[in-house]
């Protein structure tokens, strides 16, 4: 059976400054992410092929540096877009929109940041990657934490209000395989 993966993007500067949004690069832990990704890779895919899939942004492009399969950029990969929210620390914008915070707290899935796009938006923002995903062989895809959120509840059949709250950990890969009731699924942590 085929399978797909899920990788988030190494840990990037805006990572350890708890900031969301931007395109930062990847921090030097984010790099050694990236240098041990070829060789787990290779111990779970054996001898079939592979495509890689990235965002347009610089950390997932980086992550994917020593990986030698073919790759294709997406920007639909790209991360939820947070608007005039984006570069802040989530205690900055608690700060300064307490009542959007708020909001977000009581409906994660629908809400929609000031000038950015809600977990809803993106479902649709990704429809075009995910028909192209079931299309295909084995896929490797290094996105984002709310993007894998996105592809993973749609695989792993997840309510609207878990998908927003699903568990993608930094450096680790996901695995499914699709079986005919549902995915198999392994996560496969890198100890950097
Ligand atoms: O802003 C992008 C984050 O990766 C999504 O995290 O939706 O849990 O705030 P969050």
Same mark, same amino acid.
């Given at each position: +059976? ?25 921090? +030097?832990?984010?790099q050694?992410?990236a240098d ?11 001898? @079939? ?12 492009i980086q992550t994917a540096r020593h990986l ?56 649709? @923002? ?67």
């Amino acid at each position: +059976p085929k399978r797909i993966w899920f990788s988030r993007h190494g840990e990037s500067q805006f990572n350890l400054e708890d900031k969301i949004g931007g395109d930062a690069d990847l921090s +030097p832990r984010g790099q050694m992410y990236a240098d041990a990704l070829p060789e787990l890779i290779e111990k779970h895919l054996g001898d @079939r092929p592979l495509t890689v899939w990235t965002s347009s942004m610089k950390r997932t492009i980086q992550t994917a540096r020593h990986l030698q399969y073919p790759k294709k950029h997406w920007k639909a990969l790209d991360e939820l877009n947070t608007g005039v929210c984006d570069g802040m620390t989530y205690q900055e914008i608690e700060e300064q929109y307490p009542e959007d915070f708020a909001r977000r707290d009581e409906d994660k899935f629908n809400y929609r940041y000031r000038g950015g796009e809600s977990y809803r938006d993106l479902v649709l @923002r990704l429809e075009p990657v995910i028909m192209e995903l079931e299309r295909h062989e084995n896929i490797l895809i290094i996105a984002h934490q709310a993007t894998i959120r996105c592809m993973y509840a749609y695989f792993m059949n997840l309510e609207h209000d878990e998908l927003p709250y699903a568990r993608i950990p930094l450096h680790t890969v996901i695995e499914l395989v699709p079986r005919a009731y549902g995915c198999e699924e392994k996560f496969y942590k890198v100890n950097i």
